[in-house]
């Protein structure tokens, strides 16, 4: 059985950094692509970047370029989504997501089958 699980949301300043944490146990990590996403409150869920955990394809959202950063350590079975410069509007549960989507879904939730419970991150004015 695939478990995600993130950590790493608080109570941030504006201005201030993020790193969130997603460790993934019973998958075949290496195979797959790992996928953040986020939901403010009030709006739809938002893709925010995801990456190929074999070779070195990233796909980010145009709105996060610049400001967020994916990176994965196999060997740990875990990715980490960096959040530099926070924004109030950057408050939101994140969510984690594995799966095996084709390129055409790599940006859709979709194309995820196995998701976390989400870290909350709020970032005050």
């Known amino acids: 059985q695939v478990q995600v699980v993130e950590s790493g949301g608080g109570l941030v300043q504006a201005g201030d950094s993020l790193r969130l944490s997603c460790v993934v146990s019973g998958h075949t990590f290496s195979n797959s692509a790992l996928g953040w996403f986020r939901r403010a409150p009030g709006k739809e869920r938002e893709f925010l970047v995801a990456?190929?955990?074999?070779?070195?394809?990233?796909y980010y959202a145009d709105s996060v370029k610049g400001r967020f950063t994916i990176s994965r350590d196999n060997a740990k079975n875990t990715g980490y989504l960096q959040i530099n410069s926070l924004k109030p509007e950057d408050t939101a549960v994140y969510y984690c997501?594995?799966?095996?989507?084709?390129?055409?879904?790599?940006?859709?939730?979709?194309?995820?089958?196995?998701w976390g419970q989400g870290t909350q991150v709020t970032v005050s004015s």
């Open positions: 997501a594995v799966g095996l989507p084709t390129l055409a879904l790599i940006r859709s939730s979709r194309g995820y089958q196995n």
């Open positions: 990456t190929r955990m074999s070779g070195d394809s990233t």
